[in-house]
């Protein structure tokens, strides 16, 4: 069948998923197996952008794989694939780099966040030009769409450019992505500091719902949840931006519109929004984290998931590039 092509990446920096991931990214990864022809993967090669334990990362590799396999994702229906796994990754990389302008990539936002991080002179080269190797991810595997939340907008419009740019000079060779993007999770926010998103590098830790954590730290997480001195729950990303990501992560969860919420809790106060919602994503998580488990005891198993996922993987992968090549003269 020819159904069009999904295909998105995911770092294993983090160990556990954070609920940002999950709603604005991870979720859309389950849903488009039934509609496309979905590959994704764990980014390991971004994830040595910055220095790493190699004896962390590859734990965390493999904890990545058994939580987005707890999520939902079906081998047999999705091809599930560890980034380093697939050479043709680096090597299309490398011709996308010598495609974009310098100041192209340096007006890339993300690198600008996360270098701050470290001082703009510690950062490594590598971390400059990871949204280009990310355009090489997508573009190896003719995707059509890209499943991402918002901070990943910028990066799918430069591969759209070199895409575009590719395919002019050198002849028609890449299908030219659009970005998934899910309007009302794109962006969930930091339970601390509301204005800012969700982030296991940037955001407040007490802010972050790390999807493996124990049921009795989210709850506190969420009970302690910042908000307004209003006493109303009321969806309004402006005024009340703590309570609007409350209602957003209580809605996705379960289903229940922003307004039927705003109904249910009429006259209700934020203790009692709170409660609930901690006992929604407890309920959400607490199965979530028996299944990684599940997936993580049996590494035999898991093995053989990642290492069919990467021959499916390459041999797409390998047409495109060589494709490529020889359009370069390579
Ligand atoms: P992080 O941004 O935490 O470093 P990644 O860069 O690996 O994590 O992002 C994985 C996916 O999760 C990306 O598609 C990204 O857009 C999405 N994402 C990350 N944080 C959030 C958030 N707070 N809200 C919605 N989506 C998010
Ligand atoms: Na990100």
């Given at each position: 069948a020819n159904r069009p092509r999904a295909l998105s990446g995911i770092q294993p920096t983090s160990g556990s998923f954070h609920l940002g991931n999950y709603l604005g990214a991870i979720r859309q990864y389950v849903a488009l197996q039934e509609t496309h022809d979905s590959f994704y993967m764990v980014v390991d090669l971004h994830a040595i952008t910055v220095p790493q334990d190699p004896k962390d990362l590859r734990a965390n590799t493999r904890l990545s794989a058994a939580q987005l396999l707890a999520a939902g994702l079906d081998p047999e229906r999705c091809t599930l694939f560890v980034?380093?796994?697939?050479?043709e990754h680096a090597q299309l990389g490398w011709v996308m780099n010598c495609l974009t302008g310098f100041g192209e990539a340096s007006r890339m936002t993300q690198f600008k966040d996360k270098s701050a991080k470290q001082g703009a002179n510690n950062a490594t080269v590598g971390l400059f030009t990871y949204p280009i190797l990310q355009v090489a991810d997508i573009l190896l595997y003719q995707a059509d769409a890209v499943p991402v939340g918002e901070d990943q907008r910028q990066h799918i419009e430069l591969t759209r450019d070199l895409a575009e740019r590719f395919n002019q000079r050198y002849g028609q060779t890449f299908t030219i992505p659009a970005p998934h993007i899910v309007k009302e999770v794109a962006k969930i926010y930091d339970l601390q500091d509301p204005m800012a998103k969700m982030s296991k590098s940037a955001g407040t830790p007490k802010g972050l719902i790390n999807l493996l954590d124990e049921p009795k730290v989210t709850e506190k997480k969420i009970k302690s949840a910042v908000t307004d001195t209003e006493a109303e729950i009321r969806f309004d990303t402006e005024k009340k931006p703590g309570v609007s990501n409350l209602l957003t992560i209580y809605s996705t969860l379960t289903g229940e519109t922003i307004a039927a919420l705003e109904e249910k809790y009429e006259g209700k106060g934020y203790g009692a929004l709170k409660t609930d919602l901690a006992g929604i994503v407890v309920d959400f998580v607490t199965p979530f984290r028996q299944r990684t488990h599940e997936y993580l005891d049996d590494p035999e198993t898991l093995d053989s998931i990642l290492a069919k996922g990467a021959e499916k993987a390459r041999a797409v992968a390998a047409e495109t590039l060589a494709q490529a090549y020889d359009r370069l003269g390579l």
């Amino acid at each position: 069948a020819n159904r069009p092509r999904a295909l998105s990446g995911i770092q294993p920096t983090s160990g556990s998923f954070h609920l940002g991931n999950y709603l604005g990214a991870i979720r859309q990864y389950v849903a488009l197996q039934e509609t496309h022809d979905s590959f994704y993967m764990v980014v390991d090669l971004h994830a040595i952008t910055v220095p790493q334990d190699p004896k962390d990362l590859r734990a965390n590799t493999r904890l990545s794989a058994a939580q987005l396999l707890a999520a939902g994702l079906d081998p047999e229906r999705c091809t599930l694939f560890v980034q380093s796994h697939v050479p043709e990754h680096a090597q299309l990389g490398w011709v996308m780099n010598c495609l974009t302008g310098f100041g192209e990539a340096s007006r890339m936002t993300q690198f600008k966040d996360k270098s701050a991080k470290q001082g703009a002179n510690n950062a490594t080269v590598g971390l400059f030009t990871y949204p280009i190797l990310q355009v090489a991810d997508i573009l190896l595997y003719q995707a059509d769409a890209v499943p991402v939340g918002e901070d990943q907008r910028q990066h799918i419009e430069l591969t759209r450019d070199l895409a575009e740019r590719f395919n002019q000079r050198y002849g028609q060779t890449f299908t030219i992505p659009a970005p998934h993007i899910v309007k009302e999770v794109a962006k969930i926010y930091d339970l601390q500091d509301p204005m800012a998103k969700m982030s296991k590098s940037a955001g407040t830790p007490k802010g972050l719902i790390n999807l493996l954590d124990e049921p009795k730290v989210t709850e506190k997480k969420i009970k302690s949840a910042v908000t307004d001195t209003e006493a109303e729950i009321r969806f309004d990303t402006e005024k009340k931006p703590g309570v609007s990501n409350l209602l957003t992560i209580y809605s996705t969860l379960t289903g229940e519109t922003i307004a039927a919420l705003e109904e249910k809790y009429e006259g209700k106060g934020y203790g009692a929004l709170k409660t609930d919602l901690a006992g929604i994503v407890v309920d959400f998580v607490t199965p979530f984290r028996q299944r990684t488990h599940e997936y993580l005891d049996d590494p035999e198993t898991l093995d053989s998931i990642l290492a069919k996922g990467a021959e499916k993987a390459r041999a797409v992968a390998a047409e495109t590039l060589a494709q490529a090549y020889d359009r370069l003269g390579l």
